[in-house]
């Protein structure tokens, strides 16, 4: 089992930034790939950002591709989400996920934390 907590969310102007970390308690993270999802109001939940066991590898969705950033600490058992240049249609709440790498989607979920962009 592997227990996520994010936090670092809360309203932010339009060009803004914010950093979201999630903190992994349970099994050994290291092995587990991470992601962020996220969540608009009466939207479906969306992927945002990936990235690999060991940090070499990262994946972007489109709408957030040179905005946001994703990194990890393998040795502070944590997950970041640099976000920059932030637009109203950011406005979500943001899911920390993860999964062994074999595994066919993600099974670990955070609980949530609020992110408003305003205008």
């Known amino acids: 089992q592997v227990q996520l907590i994010e936090s670092g969310g809360g309203l932010v102007q339009v060009g803004g930034s914010l950093r979201l970390s999630c903190a992994a308690s349970g099994r050994t993270f290291s092995e587990y790939m991470m992601a962020w999802f996220r969540q608009a109001p009466g939207k479906e939940r969306e992927f945002v950002a990936e990235?690999?066991?060991?940090?070499?590898?990262?994946y972007y969705a489109n709408s957030v591709k040179g905005r946001f950033t994703i990194s990890r600490d393998n040795a502070k058992n944590t997950v970041y989400l640099q976000m920059d240049s932030l637009k109203p249609e950011d406005t979500a709440i943001y899911y920390c996920?993860?999964?062994?790498?074999?595994?066919?989607?993600?099974?670990?979920w955070g609980q949530g934390t609020q992110v408003t962009v305003s205008s």
């Open positions: 990235i690999v066991e060991g940090g070499g590898r990262k």
């Open positions: 996920a993860g999964k062994l790498l074999l595994a066919p989607t993600y099974n670990y």
